[in-house]
Each structure stands twice: as structure tokens, then as C-alpha cells.
């Protein structure tokens, strides 16, 4: 992963900020992004100047579905794994 570290302290430096500050400002419009697509909208977000951010129409029944498989796997196991 990239370490934004740099990034940040020059900014704070540039408007005299500190840099916790400049990493919340950074990353908010991601933190944003996030709970916006993690609520279950299908509406594209678009941010400027980095594009647009959405999830593929039938992505999140394909994630709930293999979601079921697996725990339906792993009752199965703890089932199976009691009768021995």
C-alpha cells in the first residue's frame, strides 16, 4: 500500500494545517464513497477529477448469494465435525 505520509505533511505545510487535518480531508471524500455504496445505493458517485465509483447491477445479490454458500458450508462442518 502507498504511504500517503508525504502527501500529507506537504499539504499541511502548503495551508498550514496540521496533518491530521490534511489526511481527514484527503480521505473524506472516500470515507464518503464508502457509506454511500455500503448503504445499498446503485447510484454512481463521482468525484472530481478520479471518476466515478459504482457497484455492477447484480454484484450485490452474486456477494449475498456466495455469502449464504459459505455459511451454509461451514454449519455443515461444525455439524459434521460434532458427530465424530
Same mark, same amino acid.
Given at each position: 500500500?502507498?504511504?500517503?505520509?508525504?502527501?500529507?505533511? /506537504?499539504? +499541511?505545510?502548503? %495551508?498550514?494545517?496540521?496533518? #491530521? &487535518?490534511? !489526511? /481527514?480531508?484527503?480521505? +473524506?471524500?472516500?470515507?464518503?464513497?464508502? +457509506? &454511500?455504496? +455500503?448503504? =445499498?445505493?446503485?447510484?454512481?458517485? %463521482?468525484?472530481?477529477?478520479? =471518476?466515478?465509483?459504482? &457497484? %455492477?447491477?447484480?454484484?450485490?445479490?452474486?456477494? /449475498?448469494?456466495?455469502?449464504?454458500?459459505?455459511?451454509?458450508?461451514?454449519? #455443515?462442518?461444525?455439524?459434521?465435525?460434532? !458427530?465424530?
Amino acid at each position: 500500500m502507498i504511504d500517503h505520509a508525504d502527501k500529507y505533511r /506537504k499539504i +499541511s505545510e502548503k %495551508y498550514n494545517i496540521p496533518i #491530521e &487535518v490534511a !489526511q /481527514k480531508i484527503c480521505d +473524506s471524500q472516500f470515507d464518503f464513497t464508502k +457509506s &454511500v455504496i +455500503s448503504k =445499498g445505493s446503485d447510484e454512481p458517485v %463521482y468525484l472530481q477529477y478520479i =471518476g466515478r465509483f459504482f &457497484v %455492477y447491477p447484480n454484484r450485490r445479490r452474486y456477494v /449475498k448469494e456466495r455469502q449464504e454458500r459459505i455459511r451454509k458450508i461451514n454449519e #455443515e462442518r461444525k455439524k459434521n465435525k460434532h !458427530q465424530e
